[in-house]
């Protein structure tokens, strides 16, 4: 038998959802890492219905939008702890990944979302050339202005 003894109980379980605590995050977790040219963030979803999830990406922002519907009114509710309604979360992505070709799964509460770095930003070799620098310098153009030419 569950009783509630607390009076501060819900208000407080209503600050651990929004705020999070370091023994309970706030809802929609996440992990991100970078394995080879792509990073990858999965984010923990636990009952969300894949219909429900909405990815949008503008500029370098991405947001992810999920939702858990509420509970029938109906139910007398013995324990109510399972956030329910709309979260969203807001990714700021660096200038050095390629957000036209973000891939995104879902699969048993976890969605993922692989972000490939930019081929601009890989690192490249850079082949050394004879003669053109040597000219422009001969002609009286400083080498700054051959850079920036």
Same mark, same amino acid.
């Given at each position: 038998m569950?009783?509630?003894?607390?009076?501060?109980?819900?208000?407080?379980?209503?600050?651990?959802?929004?705020?999070?605590?370091?023994?309970?995050?706030?809802?929609?977790?996440?992990?991100?890492?970078? &394995?080879?040219?792509?990073f990858?963030? &999965?984010?923990d979803?636990?009952?969300?219905?894949?219909d429900?999830?909405?990815?949008?990406i503008?500029?370098?922002?991405?947001?992810?939008?999920? &939702?858990?519907?509420?509970?029938?009114?109906?139910?007398e509710?013995?324990?109510?702890e399972?956030?329910?309604?709309?979260?969203?979360?807001q990714?700021?992505?660096?200038?050095?990944?390629?957000?036209?070709?973000?891939?995104?799964?879902?699969?048993?509460?976890?969605?993922?979302?692989?972000?490939?770095?930019?081929?601009?930003?890989?690192?490249?070799k850079?082949?050394?050339?004879?003669?053109?620098?040597?000219?422009?310098l001969?002609?009286?153009?400083?080498?700054? &202005?051959?850079?920036?030419?």
């Amino acid at each position: 038998m569950l009783m509630r003894t607390d009076p501060f109980r819900e208000l407080d379980r209503f600050a651990q959802q929004v705020q999070g605590t370091a023994a309970r995050p706030a809802v929609m977790p996440m992990d991100a890492w970078r &394995e080879g040219d792509a990073f990858f963030v &999965e984010f923990d979803l636990p009952g969300i219905k894949q219909d429900s999830l909405d990815l949008d990406i503008e500029r370098n922002v991405v947001t992810i939008r999920a &939702e858990r519907p509420a509970v029938d009114q109906n139910r007398e509710m013995l324990a109510s702890e399972r956030p329910r309604g709309v979260f969203s979360r807001q990714l700021v992505l660096g200038d050095n990944l390629d957000t036209e070709h973000i891939d995104a799964s879902y699969d048993e509460g976890v969605l993922r979302l692989r972000i490939p770095v930019s081929e601009r930003a890989k690192p490249r070799k850079i082949t050394i050339g004879r003669g053109g620098g040597q000219q422009a310098l001969k002609n009286g153009v400083g080498a700054r &202005e051959v850079i920036n030419a």
